[in-house]
Structures are given as structure tokens and as C-alpha cells.
Nanobody, 132 residues
Framework: EVQLQASGGGLVQAGGSLRLSCLIS??????????IGWFRQAPGKEREVSSC????????YYTDAVKGRFTISSDHAKNTVYLQMNSLKPDDTAVYYC???????????????????????WGQGTQVTVSS
């Protein structure tokens, strides 16, 4: 069983930056076997994927909404995945969740299909609020 703990959310002005962290724990967890993703859910909207990372093929995936502004990375020594968010916009306001799933596929294949295939383990959300 994999556990994820997200942190780093907060209130920031438009144009500002935040870095989210996702600490991953659980027996048998290996970055090489998982796709890790950051998802977000804005008020009144469905949860959507933002970015994913997979170590098996060293790939990352970003949706068009965050591409060029967000950067996902992982620190294997700390069992942590980060989401660096720059040039934040009010539309980025949402609860952000990290999630993980065991898969042989890389992030570029799995992440666009995560809504259909699902993610096995979810952390609690962290609120990001961007003021205009």
C-alpha cells in the first residue's frame, strides 16, 4: 500500500510561484514502477490531471493549461515528487492532489488516460489560491 502526503499549498498573487511536495511512502514502493501525477480540482469542476512523471522512461507530461509554467520533478532519495508552479494565474486556483499508480506505461501514455484508467493511490489535497 502506497501512501502519499501533499503539502506546499497557499495563497499567492497572480504571477507568483509555489512549490508543492508529495511525500511517498509504503513498503515495496519504487519510482521505477509507478507513474506519479499531480491533479487539481477547481470549485464546481471535475478533477483534472495537471502533470505526471515516470522514472521508468524518464518522461514527464503536462497539460496545455500548465505547460511552460509548471515543472514536475522527483527526488528519489527523499521519496518526494515536486510541482514547481510559476506564473500562477487565478485559473490555477484549486485543490491539488498527488496520486500514484503501478503501471508499466510511462507518463506520456498513462497521464492523458488517467481519467479512464484511474490512479491507485491518492494523497490528501492541498489548497492553492491565486488572487488577481
Amino acid at each position: 500500500e502506497v501512501q502519499l502526503q501533499a503539502s506546499g499549498g497557499g495563497l499567492v498573487q497572480a504571477g507568483g510561484s509555489l512549490r508543492l511536495s508529495c511525500l511517498i511512502s509504503g513498503s515495496g514502493f519504487s519510482f521505477d514502477d509507478y507513474v506519479i501525477g499531480w491533479f487539481r480540482q477547481a470549485p464546481g469542476k471535475e478533477r483534472e490531471v495537471s502533470s505526471c512523471i515516470s522514472s521508468s522512461d524518464r518522461s514527464t507530461y503536462y497539460t496545455d493549461a500548465v505547460k511552460g509554467r509548471f515543472t514536475i520533478s522527483s527526488d528519489h532519495a527523499k521519496n518526494t515528487v515536486y510541482l514547481q508552479m510559476n506564473s500562477l494565474k487565478p485559473d490555477d486556483t484549486a485543490v491539488y492532489y498527488c496520486a500514484a499508480t503501478l503501471t508499466r506505461y510511462g507518463s506520456k501514455w498513462y497521464c492523458p488516460r488517467a481519467h479512464s484508467f484511474g490512479m491507485k493511490s491518492w494523497g490528501q489535497g492541498t489548497q492553492v489560491t491565486v488572487s488577481s
